[in-house]
């Protein structure tokens, strides 16, 4: 004769629990119990169907199934559980095969395998957390110039298709970069789009994007001079294609594993929305910062116009403003590091009539 148990049933359905009658056999589970609509209800619950949640001397709180909603039991009399032990522990242990046919069971054997198993999946996260970003950073300073241009121009095509240009603005921004005189490897062009986004970022292989409402922002050519030299620096340095690369690091691994360049070129291009919104760690900053100066002092521009520039970006640091160009307390670093490079390295200033003039035309949205 099968004993009965009072427990707390908990249907998933009904905002209160239910007392339910239970009894035990090494079937499972009986519980009988009436509704709140006053309909005596049955259920069975298997055996193999059982999800403990709660073992202890005190209660047993059981689980019937993984599904949705949760049916859950809760176990508190004393004889319910003594008899819930013998039923299933028991039961349990006997059906718990031995590793490899070892007769001491989990011992010295199954501890080995655990610590492998532990080992491996150490070494795998590892790998995951530290080694795929290492090795993406390094073929990405060694992919080959030409097929970075090649991956920039479609990345570059990808993003503007759905922007909407300023033509004016872009033509007098270009004139604009060109009065720096820089000389690089990389075919320079910059886009400015239409949006509310206060913004600019860096393409592989040397495009750079520039969002219209950051330049309503900035007041001064030395700042702008200063923004392009910092984007422009992301590109020479390969700031651009490192960043891109170590956000798709697991993919571009399998790809470097099979020597597959047209791949990895593959795997970066499906990624490329995500360029607008990646972000440089701060060493990568501190060098675009650090060699942007150097192309202003190759011009003889003054480097406070780096400081309004982050001065600005602090004043118009909103909800819309991305961590690329903008993030406290990031920029205070920045400029105290601008006001030490000043005062360790004088050069004299001169005064840029071309950059006043093409920067004029760009705030007046004329590209003549």
Avoid: C
Avoid at 9 to 37: A, C, K, M, W
Avoid at 136 to 143: H, M, P, S, T, V
Avoid at 243 to 252: E, K, L, P, S
Avoid at 283 to 306: V, Y
Wanted: charge should be neutral.
């Amino acid at each position: 004769m099968q004993l009965s148990y009072k427990a707390r049933y908990e249907n998933g359905l009904s905002s209160q629990p239910f007392t339910v009658d239970i009894s035990l056999s090494e079937v499972g589970v009986s519980i009988s119990y009436t509704d709140e609509e006053g309909i005596f209800r049955q259920e069975q619950w298997l055996q193999p169907s059982l999800i403990e949640k709660q073992v202890s001397s005190s209660i047993i709180t059981l689980r019937n199934g993984a599904g949705v909603p949760y049916k859950q039991l809760e176990i508190t009399d004393q004889r319910a559980i003594a008899e819930y032990r013998s039923l299933f522990k028991q039961k349990k242990q006997k059906r718990s095969p031995l590793p490899f046919g070892s007769a001491q069971g989990p011992g010295r054997t199954g501890r080995k395998v655990v610590l492998l198993i532990a080992g491996i999946l150490t070494v795998l996260v590892l790998s995951y957390l530290y080694v795929l970003p290492y090795a993406a950073d390094k073929i990405a300073q060694n992919f080959p110039k030409d097929l970075e241009i090649s991956l920039g121009d479609r990345m570059y095509s990808s993003i503007l298709a759905s922007s909407t240009i300023d033509s004016a603005k872009t033509t007098a921004i270009n004139n604009f970069f060109r009065q720096l005189h820089i000389e690089s490897e990389y075919p320079v062009r910059i886009t400015v789009v239409k949006d509310t986004i206060v913004n600019a970022f860096a393409v592989p292989g040397g495009g750079i994007v520039v969002y219209d409402a950051l330049l309503k922002e900035i007041n001064e050519p030395e700042a702008l001079a200063a923004l392009l030299a910092h984007e422009y620096s992301h590109i020479e340095l390969k700031h651009a294609t490192r960043n891109m690369f170590r956000n798709v690091a697991g993919y571009v691994f399998i790809s470097m594993v099979l020597s597959d360049a047209n791949g990895i070129a593959s795997i970066v291009l499906r990624n490329t929305e995500n360029l607008r919104t990646l972000k440089y760690s701060r060493d990568l900053e501190h060098e675009a910062d650090a060699n942007g100066l150097e192309i202003l002092k190759r011009n003889h521009l003054s480097p406070e116009g780096m400081i309004k520039l982050f001065e600005q970006l602090k004043e118009q640091e909103t909800a819309t403003t991305y961590e690329a160009l903008s993030t406290h307390p990031e920029l205070d670093a920045r400029i105290e590091y601008v006001k030490s490079y000043a005062e360790k390295n004088p050069f004299p200033i001169e005064q840029h009539d071309s950059l006043n003039l093409y920067f004029g035309r760009l705030k007046n949205n004329a590209s003549w």
